[in-house]
T-cell receptor
Framework: GENVEQHPSTLSVQEGDSAVIKCTYS??????FPWYKQELGKRPQLIID?????GEKKDQRIAVTLNKTAKHFSLHITETQPEDSAVYFC???????????FGTGTRLQVTL | DTGVSQDPRHKITKRGQNVTFRCDPI?????LYWYRQTLGQGPEFLTY????????KSRLLSDRFSAERPKGSFSTLEIQRTEQGDSAMYLC??????????????FGAGSRLTVL
């Protein structure tokens, strides 16, 4: 089955700096790659997603890039703010089955 | 109906007891998923339904676990003879299953299980 690895496990940046989180996946047939943000004690919430027919997608301060050849995708957050502090999970799924396989998460802390 | 609802939010039980969790998905979503999340880990897939049909079960789902979605709306997840290793957050999610949002999962707040 699919295996998703995520790095780093923790990331601390100063407010205003950029943050990058990277994930790799094992199944070349996977074609949907969402990113979820989970604040302490709350539910995971989708922040951005990308499909395999697209190399990059941007939504305000958040962008995701996908390299199908290398089987990796990354989340980029620019101009970080304290409210960006949370755990971020990448995930991958195959076809229409939409069973997501999650990475182990990255705890992002944005310091003032 | 503005989201995925789960009940109860917290459950503390003694080892060996049975517990049941309920999930009410977004009403127009035909797919429903159960995930388990332990501290410091990402959600792990347990099982999912399309309407009332259970289409896939993870190897993580031992014989003590059973899930149902009898009318294709709400779902229940039952754990029999609970063990301390079952302590986790049980997350339910739903998705439209078709169209542009087919793969987009909306999660509930979860049911936290503590087995003493």
């Amino acid at each position: 089955g699919e295996n998703v690895e995520q790095h780093p496990s923790t990331l601390s940046v100063q407010e205003g700096d950029s943050a990058v989180i990277k994930c790799t996946y094992s199944d070349s047939a996977s074609n949907y790659f969402p990113w979820y943000k989970q604040e302490l004690g709350k539910r995971p919430q989708l922040i951005i997603d990308i499909r395999s027919n697209v190399g990059e997608k941007k939504d305000q301060r958040i962008a995701v890039t996908l390299n199908k050849t290398a089987k990796h995708f990354s989340l980029h957050i620019t101009e970080t703010q304290p409210e960006d502090s949370a755990v971020y999970f990448c995930a991958a799924s195959l076809g229409t089955a939409s069973k997501l396989t999650f990475g182990t998460g990255t705890r992002l802390q944005v310091t003032l | 109906d503005t989201g995925v609802s789960q009940d109860p939010r917290h459950k503390i039980t003694k080892r060996g007891q049975n517990v049941t969790f309920r999930c009410d998905p977004i009403s127009e979503h035909n797919r429903l998923y159960w995930y388990r999340q332990t501290l410091g880990q990402g959600p792990e897939f347990l099982t999912y339904f399309q309407n009332e049909a259970q289409l896939e079960k993870s190897r993580l789902l031992s014989d003590r676990f059973s899930a149902e979605r009898p009318k294709g709306s709400f779902s229940t997840l039952e754990i029999q003879r609970t063990e301390q290793g079952d302590s986790a957050m049980y997350l339910c999610a739903s998705s439209a299953g078709q169209g542009a949002g087919a793969n987009v999962l909306t999660f509930g707040a979860g049911s936290r299980l503590t087995v003493l």
